[in-house]
């Protein structure tokens, strides 16, 4: 999407984004049920299925099986997940830096992805195909413990640490009220 690989190069996406981005994310999901983190489970399985939708779509459209969708209906698809994704972003404030910066690069990749299939135009494909870039370069690159309770330690004050975040452009140390200290 943001412009990087043809077209023909989507047959390789597409077993990428059933395993690593569907059954690896709500097998994730399961496992934070278990250790009782409502909001992984919740982000897990959610996007694990938006990677299943995503990857089905493409697959079924590639094989012939269905014909290729008004993309409107992505559109609108994609706009909902930007909605969800916003509030979800919104339950971060009070998790860590590098939690909080994935999930507002992804509700700006949905909504500008959105928006081209909406009719604004293939530069807002191309953004939020570099946005979606963006998102994956911070989560892959910062340290996202599957349960975050066994890395917070108390300060000397009381309040709750989190181990230091870097992320390719911050450096910070959280505290549970959500300050950053530098």
């Not at 994730?28 to 250790?35: P, T």
């Not at 998790?95 to 700006?108: G, Y």
């Amino acid at each position: 999407m943001a412009g990087l690989l043809p077209p023909e190069a989507t047959p390789a996406v597409i077993p990428l984004a059933f395993s690593l981005g569907g059954f690896a994310q709500i097998i994730a999901g399961v496992l934070e049920y278990k250790n009782g983190n409502t909001f992984g489970m919740v982000a897990f399985t959610s996007y694990g299925a938006f990677w299943w939708w995503y990857a089905f779509l493409l697959w079924t459209v590639g094989a012939g099986w269905i014909k290729p969708p008004d993309p409107r209906g992505v559109g609108v698809a994609l706009l909902m997940w930007g909605v969800f994704t916003l509030y979800m972003w919104i339950a971060t404030f009070r998790t860590n830096f590098t939690l909080w910066t994935i999930f507002l690069l992804l509700w700006i990749t949905f909504f500008l992805l959105a928006g081209a299939d909406l009719g604004m135009g293939v530069a807002w494909k191309t953004l939020g195909g570099w946005f979606g870039l963006a998102t994956a370069s911070t989560h892959f690159t910062s340290p996202l413990p599957s349960n975050e309770r066994n890395f917070r330690t108390e300060s000397d004050n009381g309040r709750r640490t989190y181990p230091e975040v870097i992320t390719p452009l911050f450096s910070r140390q959280i505290t549970e009220v959500g300050g950053a200290q530098e």
